[in-house]
């Protein structure tokens, strides 16, 4: 079950004024939900509206019959400064969900190239329970791994800019989405021309299949499968131009 937060208009960033976390959160929930499915991961989201409302708890509950609940945030305090990811898990690290929730605050920090990931937690006032209310609906409903991931603070100039691009964000939910992936002991999934798998077609890929072509590096035979981008069943020019024409897309 994804969440992606707030809706509508919420939550402008001081430092960006273009930046707004209801937004932005919704576009990476989108993302996230495709990259999941490409895995095989059947996957639900707590509303189909941005412009809807709806409760803490109710969403939180939502994840009853699920596996995994993670709600979508950017973060926000008082200082700029601030960049860090924290992920905010079981107050009592139940089912070891601290495990989790530490690979995708660290592999999320160096993205987005911020201070640190950190796995954090939060208990009601009465030390019983979680403080935060989707935590506590998605607790009360049996979901064994709930999460909120705050992708670092949108009152951090840098860290908002980087979330302002979709881009960036796509290549935020392919890499949640291999870490989601492999802590369940599902293989990655790399698309043709992806030949250093690092999640998107980029100038080394291109570069590393004209040199292979030339026989002047060698590719591993996965490597090799994602190199032959006409699935011809070699490596040769028309790789080269297929994958350099879907870098410039």
């Known amino acids: 079950m994804l969440d992606a937060g707030h809706y509508a208009n919420y939550n402008r960033s001081p430092v960006v004024p273009e930046y707004w976390e209801s937004r932005k959160m919704w576009v990476l929930c989108?993302?996230?939900?495709?990259?999941?499915?490409k895995y095989g991961f059947e996957v639900l989201k707590t509303r189909e509206d941005v412009e809807k409302d709806m409760p803490v708890y109710e969403r939180g509950k939502t994840a009853k019959g699920c596996d995994l609940f993670i709600s979508l945030h950017s973060n926000a305090c008082d200082t700029e400064k601030v960049d860090r990811v924290d992920v905010y898990g079981a107050y009592d690290n139940l089912n070891n969900s601290h495990d989790l929730a530490l690979k995708l605050a660290v592999a999320i920090a160096d993205l987005m190239d911020v201070s640190g990931g950190y796995v954090k937690t939060r208990?009601?006032?009465?030390?019983?329970d979680e403080y935060y209310g989707v935590l506590r609906g998605a607790r009360r409903v049996g979901c064994p791994l709930f999460y909120i991931i705050e992708h670092s603070f949108h009152t951090n100039e840098k860290a908002t800019r980087w979330l302002l691009k979709d881009k960036n964000l796509q290549n935020l939910a392919r890499l949640e989405a291999a870490v989601i992936a492999k802590y369940y002991g599902i293989e990655p999934i790399f698309q043709l021309g992806d030949v250093n798998m690092n999640g998107e077609i980029d100038a080394m890929d291109v570069t590393l299949i004209k040199r292979?072509?030339?026989g002047a590096y060698n590719l591993t035979d996965k490597q090799k499968e994602l190199a032959d981008l006409n699935q011809n069943g070699k490596i040769d020019p028309?790789?080269?131009?297929i994958a350099k024409r879907k870098y410039n897309e």
């Open 30 to 37: 989108n993302y996230l939900a495709e990259e999941l499915e």
């Open 123 to 128: 208990k009601s006032d009465e030390g019983n």
């Open 212 to 214: 292979a072509y030339f």
């Open 238 to 241: 028309v790789d080269y131009i």
